[in-house]
């Protein structure tokens, strides 16, 4: 694994129980509970974006669980699915993220460069798009799929740590971002909860709560309402999940730009 060793207990607690999501140590007391909106698109050009998404872009859209009721793509390929989900890991994402970021760079170049500099300028250090990993790509939710996706596990995102940088990781906490393009009428946002891995490794191992779903019920949740053009930046490292919005109606869509960054040697890299 890159970027900090988790200490002897950690990897004790790994081994047992073999739970990933509690096996990160980093500089966790760093971490702002804080979601950092960053507006960069106006109606106008968000609205451009959603065209060119559902428009020339639709034929590259790869069904995730598309069962005619419910709806489910990305568009580009992610760590999450195509990395640590995928039987074909080095097919998959590491050979087939240069292709899907192709006509994503074509189409989108001038998005690209608003983001990372928006970012950059947030931070207030050098930020880069991938060249090796996917980049930041689409989330399409439709229909009763958006209501579905809210069902979806509370997580940390942490599959960073399983790809293959080839460099080491610097040890600070990584950032996820997600801007949406289109909402649900009823909107959209993100649940979060004020807790971090050591927060639930500490809790878990002292006994105190049996498991990560406790753990979160002991601690502070809210839901930060996304805005269109909008970008949400966060520590990946903050406990969240696609929040649920009430009256999901069959003809909502809910699409947004996701990503995630890690820091190597002072430079983010962004990627999906
Ligand atoms: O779509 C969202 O609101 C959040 C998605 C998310 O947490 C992720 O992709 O890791
Ligand atoms: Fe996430």
Same mark, same amino acid.
């Given at each position: 694994m890159s970027g900090s060793e988790p200490d002897a207990g950690l990897r004790r607690l790994r081994h047992a129980r073999e739970r990933r999501h509690i096996a990160f140590v980093g500089r966790t007391s760093e971490i702002s509970p804080l979601i950092k909106d960053i507006p960069l698109f106006d109606a106008k050009e968000t609205k451009a974006l959603y065209r060119a998404v559902t428009g020339p872009l639709r034929k590259h859209w790869i069904p995730r669980g598309t069962t005619g009721v419910t709806e489910f793509y990305s568009l580009g390929t992610a760590a999450y699915l195509d990395y640590c989900c995928s039987e074909n890991p080095i097919e998959d994402y590491v050979k087939g993220s240069p292709r899907a970021n192709k006509p994503l760079k074509k189409a989108l170049g001038a998005m690209y460069e608003?983001?990372?500099? @928006?970012?950059?300028?947030?931070?207030?250090? !050098?930020?880069?798009? *991938?060249?090796?990993?996917?980049?930041?790509?689409?989330?399409?939710?439709?229909?009763?799929?958006?209501?579905?996706?809210?069902?979806?596990?509370?997580?940390?995102?942490?599959?960073?740590?399983?790809?293959?940088?080839?460099?080491?990781?610097?040890?600070?906490p990584p950032i996820s971002f997600t801007m949406p393009i289109?909402?649900?009428?009823?909107?959209? @946002?993100?649940?979060?909860?004020?807790?971090? !891995?050591?927060?639930? *490794?500490r809790m878990v191992q002292l006994g105190m709560e049996p498991d990560l779903d406790k753990v979160k019920e002991t601690k502070f949740k809210s839901f930060?309402?996304?805005?269109?053009?909008?970008?949400?930046?966060?520590s990946g490292l903050l406990l969240h999940r696609l929040g649920r919005v009430p009256k999901i109606r069959d003809d909502d869509e809910r699409i947004t730009l996701q990503g995630h960054g890690v820091r190597i040697n002072g430079i983010w890299i962004l990627h999906w």
């Amino acid at each position: 694994m890159s970027g900090s060793e988790p200490d002897a207990g950690l990897r004790r607690l790994r081994h047992a129980r073999e739970r990933r999501h509690i096996a990160f140590v980093g500089r966790t007391s760093e971490i702002s509970p804080l979601i950092k909106d960053i507006p960069l698109f106006d109606a106008k050009e968000t609205k451009a974006l959603y065209r060119a998404v559902t428009g020339p872009l639709r034929k590259h859209w790869i069904p995730r669980g598309t069962t005619g009721v419910t709806e489910f793509y990305s568009l580009g390929t992610a760590a999450y699915l195509d990395y640590c989900c995928s039987e074909n890991p080095i097919e998959d994402y590491v050979k087939g993220s240069p292709r899907a970021n192709k006509p994503l760079k074509k189409a989108l170049g001038a998005m690209y460069e608003r983001v990372r500099a @928006g970012i950059e300028a947030e931070i207030g250090e !050098p930020v880069t798009l *991938t060249d090796r990993f996917a980049l930041p790509g689409f989330h399409i939710f439709l229909g009763q799929a958006i209501y579905r996706a809210s069902g979806a596990p509370v997580h940390f995102d942490q599959q960073y740590q399983y790809l293959p940088w080839g460099r080491k990781l610097d040890g600070v906490p990584p950032i996820s971002f997600t801007m949406p393009i289109v909402l649900p009428k009823a909107g959209g @946002g993100l649940d979060s909860w004020n807790v971090t !891995p050591n927060d639930v *490794t500490r809790m878990v191992q002292l006994g105190m709560e049996p498991d990560l779903d406790k753990v979160k019920e002991t601690k502070f949740k809210s839901f930060h309402p996304y805005k269109l053009g909008t970008l949400a930046l966060h520590s990946g490292l903050l406990l969240h999940r696609l929040g649920r919005v009430p009256k999901i109606r069959d003809d909502d869509e809910r699409i947004t730009l996701q990503g995630h960054g890690v820091r190597i040697n002072g430079i983010w890299i962004l990627h999906w």
